[in-house]
């Protein structure tokens, strides 16, 4: 028998009311915060210009981290949050 843990946590009550969805892209800002791992700015750039071109999506933000173990800083998420409709944070390799 084949078992799959789901590795992440559930998310606290006090943090329900923040998530918001997005059900159509045209008009929206996207901002991708670059991890700094290899091959993914090059992947966000691909993401950036399809959404743009097929999805209406208005502007892409990006930003990047110092590196993949380490947080974005407070000025990145603040920033990110003010500007953005939704954001993607992502690996490469």
């Known amino acids: 028998m084949t078992q799959v843990y789901d590795p992440t946590?559930?998310?606290?009550?006090a943090l329900q009311n923040l998530r918001r969805s997005v059900n159509d892209l045209s008009g929206k800002v996207v901002g991708f915060i670059d991890n700094a791992?290899?091959?993914?700015?090059?992947?966000a750039d691909d993401i950036s210009d399809l959404l743009m071109s097929r999805y209406g999506v208005k502007?892409?933000?990006?930003?990047?981290?110092?590196?993949a173990s380490m947080p974005a800083t407070q000025q990145v998420i603040d920033e990110l949050a003010a500007q953005?409709?939704?954001?993607?944070?992502?690996?490469?390799d």
């Open 84 to 92: 953005c409709d939704l954001v993607v944070t992502g690996s490469g």
């Open 9 to 13: 946590a559930p998310l606290p009550d």
């Open 59 to 67: 502007a892409v933000i990006k930003r990047a981290k110092r590196g």
């Open 37 to 43: 791992k290899p091959n993914f700015s090059l992947l």
